[in-house]
């Protein structure tokens, strides 16, 4: 698993926080989420909390950098994970234009790497 140091995003790279090859491959997501989560991730897999039903994954990382900062990132580190899937085309995903979503928690992407957000991070 490849730990990815922070890129500071800006307009000049598209806010994404991640390696090219990364962001271009199709069957990789993104999943932003606070940093005290790490282990549990690592450890036991993704999993959903009452009210969701199910994980969301972003195709690009720019959109889970967003998601996490303007819900945590003014008090709290965060991380966003790169996930690969097998595919995309199986029952318990459902695929969005920004998104998909995995309704069957059996299903676990392979995490090939995340990157550690700085709760003072800034977008410049």
């Known amino acids: 698993m490849n730990i990815y140091e922070f890129p500071c995003p800006n307009e000049e790279n598209g806010y994404k926080i991640f390696p090219k090859i990364v962001e271009d491959d199709p069957l990789v997501h993104f999943h932003g989420t606070s940093l005290k989560n790490l282990e549990s991730i690592i450890s036991g897999g993704f999993k959903s909390f009452p009210p969701l039903s199910s994980v969301s994954y972003a195709k690009q990382s720019?959109?889970?950098?967003?998601?996490?900062?303007s819900k945590r990132g003014a008090t709290e580190d965060g991380v966003v994970f790169a996930v690969r899937f097998e595919t995309?085309?199986?029952p318990g995903i459902k695929e969005n234009n920004l998104d998909i979503h995995v309704y069957d928690l059996k299903i676990q992407p392979d995490i090939i790497g995340y990157c550690i957000i700085p709760y003072k991070f800034v977008y410049k």
Do not use: E, F, K, V
Request: charged share 0%; proline share 0%; net charge neutral.
């Open 88 to 90: 995309l085309a199986t």
């Open 62 to 69: 720019n959109y889970s950098l967003s998601h996490w900062y």
